[in-house]
Structure formats: structure tokens, C-alpha cells
């Protein structure tokens, strides 16, 4: 699964990459436009927040997770070693997981609702659907969910492999 996880990262990452290169020559476009000729280019706020960010931002929660890279305050965990180390590291995960858990179902309702009335935004010029970036951020967090329950698993098994290695 860990194999799988990673790909699905990398790709992610490659695609949030890209978005976040096309949401920067939107916007630079919608400035030299604006400043330029006095013209703009209808929705780009609206894009910008509701699909590039949303998508960078989730997504990118994702791909942060799978490589086990979120920023962490260690002032004393980084003194501990051995099983209390592993014990620390595992209630975080934990932590973690259920956080993520609460998040996904909480993001998951708000998604059933704004897909049911249909939610738009006004764009000047036409509607803009917004249901569908709901659904986004409710899937990098499901992604994220199980990327700490992979993690979870490793360390739990790491701790199954030194209670087996103490006893023999």
C-alpha cells in the first residue's frame, strides 16, 4: 500500500505543481492586463481561490503527509530514545488520525451540502461552480487520513518487531 501511496504522491505533487505554475501565469496575466490595457480577465479570483489554492493547499496536505514532512516542535521529544520515543510517535500519530478523521467527515458533509443546492459563485460573467473544489479538499484529506494510518502501521510494526526481538 506504502508503494501505491507514494505514487499517487508524487503525482499529486507533480499536478499541484503545475497548478500552482498556472495559477501564477493567471494571475501575472490578469496583472499586466490590468495595469497595462485596463482590462481583466473575468473569474480569476474566483478561480484562484476556489479551485488553484483549494487544490495546492489539500492536495499538498497530502503529498506532505506521505513523505512524513509536517513541521514538528521536537524540544523534547528529541531527547527521548528507545520505546518511549516509539510510544510518543505512535500517540502522535494517533493524534493525527483522528484529527484528519474529524476533518474528512466534517469536509465530507460540507461537500454533500454545497453539491445538493448546486453552489455557485458569481463570476462576473457566468456562474461559477464551487461544489466540485469541495469535493477536492474533502479527497486530500481522505488521502491524508490514510497516508497517517500507513505510517501508523509501519510504527506499530516496528514496535510488534522489537517486542518479538526482546523476548527471544
Do not use: N
Amino acid at each position: 500500500m506504502g508503494r501505491y501511496l507514494k505514487k499517487l504522491s508524487d503525482w499529486t505533487a507533480l499536478v499541484v505543481g503545475g497548478l500552482v505554475v498556472l495559477m501564477m501565469l493567471h494571475v501575472t496575466a490578469e496583472v499586466l492586463l490590468r495595469v497595462g490595457f485596463g482590462m481583466h480577465i473575468p473569474g480569476t479570483m474566483e478561480v484562484v481561490t476556489y479551485y488553484y489554492m483549494v487544490a495546492a493547499v489539500f492536495m499538498g496536505i497530502f503529498a506532505c503527509t506521505t513523505e512524513d514532512g509536517h513541521i514538528r516542535v521536537d524540544v523534547l521529544v528529541q531527547f527521548l530514545k528507545g520505546r518511549t520515543r516509539l510510544v510518543v510517535d505512535i500517540i502522535g500519530l494517533i493524534v493525527t488520525a483522528v484529527y484528519f478523521g474529524l476533518f474528512s467527515y466534517g469536509l465530507y458533509l460540507q461537500a454533500v451540502k454545497s453539491w445538493a443546492r448546486s453552489e455557485t459563485v458569481d463570476a462576473i460573467f457566468l456562474e461559477l461552480p464551487v461544489w466540485p473544489s469541495r469535493w477536492i479538499a474533502v479527497l486530500g484529506i481522505v488521502l491524508s487520513l490514510l497516508s497517517v494510518l500507513y505510517l501508523f502501521s509501519l510504527l506499530w510494526s516496528r514496535r510488534s518487531g522489537a517486542v518479538r526481538g526482546a523476548g527471544q
